[in-house]
């Protein structure tokens, strides 16, 4: 099982490095990719996970302020890197095309590609779900090789799961993945949406999940410890 780790816009200096020292005692046989701010990529000294971001330019270096770009992240030893997080294209209108273009840099430059897709609760009671997954991920990896397609994970969140503390059940969740399966069948598989150390045995139950990806979680590793002995 993967298990991907999404800090978000938290975490100063001084709180990424007392974070690291309770990080650095986690063991776990599942591959685990920590996905810090840019800020704290540079500081990053962990050696029981992947180095990931939480975002990239659609550009190439440049004159484009406040980017950063895929060459960059390499540079840093960057190995994943989170793309179209349902945070992003609603807070920042982040479109399927920019997404694309993020996806083809990523790769351009070595980094695997977390893709992020999933539906709105209006979305979900309108019986829209499986033309908002098929839309966005065919979108998203226009263009892309076999290869490449295969070498992607994707991620499934539900947006109307995360941080609220609703889950789907494992027929609403397993339906999605074998959705996401049946357009990228290669493709890593991960869950994303309120997963915790309290509903994981149910989650465990879904047979198509590859893996998490946490948010909240993430910055808990203690609980984060409880999660993972469960998994």
């Not at 499986?130 to 990896?141: A, G, L, P, S």
């Not at 609703?166 to 339906?175: A, F, H, Q, S, Y």
Request: net charge negative.
């Amino acid at each position: 099982m993967i298990i991907a780790l999404n800090n978000k816009s938290n975490l100063n200096k001084e709180e990424f490095d007392s974070y690291q020292e309770e990080f650095s005692k986690l063991s776990t046989e599942h591959p685990m990719i920590m996905c810090p701010t840019h800020l704290n990529i540079a500081n990053f000294s962990l050696k029981n996970c992947s180095l990931g971001a939480q975002n990239v330019s659609k550009n190439d270096k440049g004159a484009h302020t406040g980017e950063v770009s895929a060459t960059d992240l390499a540079s840093y030893n960057v190995k994943y890197c989170i793309v179209g997080h349902s945070e992003r294209r609603q807070e920042l209108g982040e479109t399927d095309e920019e997404i694309n273009q993020k996806l083809k840099k990523l790769f351009q430059a070595g980094i695997t590609p977390i893709l992020c897709c999933g539906e709105t609760r209006e979305e979900r009671e309108q019986n829209k779900v499986v033309d908002v997954i098929t839309n966005e991920i065919t979108k998203d990896t226009e263009g892309l090789t076999n290869e490449e397609k295969a070498t992607l994970i994707v991620a499934y969140e539900p947006i109307w799961s995360i941080g609220t503390g609703l889950i789907p059940t494992n027929d609403e969740i397993e339906e999605v993945l074998q959705l996401i399966k049946s357009l990228l069948p290669e493709s890593k598989i991960l869950y994303g949406g309120s997963a915790n150390e309290k509903n994981i045995e149910e989650l465990k139950k879904c047979p198509t999940i590859d893996g998490y990806l946490l948010g909240g979680l993430s910055l808990k590793p203690n609980t984060l410890k409880e999660f993972i002995e469960k998994l």
